[in-house]
């Protein structure tokens, strides 16, 4: 089975590069088929002619250093509607190396629409969807390959999503560590491995929850959590981008029961371990629980008052302080998932 490494972009994204270097040292082990992992596919989102673009920059970079083939697409009119459904040439036909790379450049925004469009254009049998602002464990893609190839029924695995924490944190980052102790079932969305064929219709463009239409798209049955797969990232680490993160949460789960229900009748997308929440969350944390159950309930409201004034994809925001890599390595950051965390 021939894989295709994935990431969707925006365009302001700060530090494409180390993302890369990650993802590339992951698919060389030696673990994997040789020459399973053929071709490296960025969409860049909300590129735009009098704006800078740093993940382009640092695409070139990366393929001139490690010397891989790159060629740099400008996508038309009618691939951004998503309306050509010919099959791409694969790397081979068009005689290139063992692996290349393609950068796919697009004026619209939105992480869906460049999802679908990774989609359309990859090549492989199995696709490794990466955001684009994580650190991948060395062998995370042995894993998620190995538990595809062992349980063929499957349509997904994901990556056991791990938050990376500083030693002096602060309450929103701690706060938002807590749900990663535990296994909810359902996929995450930063570190994927999807079959081609998994789904039957493109993903909604205005879906502020990727990861669980997918979990309820491709059915519970055929998703699996792959926890020795790990994947790490950055928390919110303030208010504004905490609360907004959660109003994003509460608007995705609002959107999946009224726009999405007909995927929901094998249940919900997450289930709740309480036996080991009850087990497990030590009594100072107590506190920490009840405030974030309030935050939630304050922006469930927040969003249901906006979604009377504008539709669902007026939720999503990028969040400005998960994407502080550097200071998280100067303060010589440990993972959370060292102490247990299994979302």
């Known amino acids: 089975m021939t894989l295709s490494l994935t990431i969707p972009c925006r365009a302001d994204e700060p530090d494409l590069g180390s993302t890369l270097e990650s993802l590339f ?6 673990q994997l088929p040789s020459g399973c992992v053929r071709e490296l596919l960025v969409c860049i989102n909300g590129v735009g002619p009098a704006r800078p673009c740093p993940p382009l920059l640092a695409v070139r970079d990366f393929c001139a250093r490690h010397a891989i083939s790159l060629r740099e697409l400008t996508l038309s009119s009618a691939e951004q509607a998503q309306t050509r459904k010919q099959p791409r040439s694969s790397p081979e036909a068009e005689g290139q190396g063992a692996l290349t790379c393609r950068v ?10 460049a999802m679908n469009t990774l989609w359309q254009w990859a090549c492989g049998d199995l696709l490794l969807f990466c955001d684009a602002d994580v650190r991948l464990d060395p062998q995370a893609i042995v894993y998620l390959y190995a538990r595809m190839r062992m349980e063929p029924q499957l349509g997904l695995v994901a990556a056991r999503e791990v938050p990376m924490l500083e030693p002096k944190t602060g309450i929103w980052s701690r706060m938002g560590a807590l749900p990663y102790r535990f296994n909810f079932g359902n996929a995450g969305g930063r570190l994927f491995l999807i079959r081609k064929d998994a789904l039957s219709e493109p993903m909604p ?16 049955q055929r998703v699996r959590k792959v926890l020795q797969a790990q994947v790490f990232f950055v928390l919110p680490q303030t208010w504004r981008d905490y609360f907004a993160e959660r109003v994003r949460a509460e608007g995705g789960k609002m959107q999946l029961y009224r726009q999405h229900a007909h995927l929901l009748a094998n249940g919900p ?21 009840l405030l974030a159950l309030g935050i939630r ?47």
Do not use: C, M, N
Not at 104 to 113: D, E, N, V
């Open 25 to 30: 040292a992951a698919s060389l082990s030696p």
């Open 297 to 343: 309930g304050l922006a469930r409201l927040w969003a249901w008052r906006r979604l009377k004034r504008a539709g669902f994809y007026s939720l999503y925001q990028p969040f400005v302080s998960t994407k502080r890599w550097s200071a998280a390595a100067r303060a010589s950051t440990r993972p959370f998932g060292q102490s247990g965390a299994q979302q």
């Open 205 to 220: 463009e205005d879906l502020l929850l990727e990861d669980a239409w997918l979990t309820v798209a491709v059915g519970k």
């Open 269 to 289: 997308v997450a289930a709740y371990p309480w036996a080991e929440f009850f087990r497990t969350i030590r009594i100072r944390e107590y506190g920490l629980i």
């Open 104 to 113: 796919l450049l697009a004026a619209w925004r939105g992480k869906p629409r």
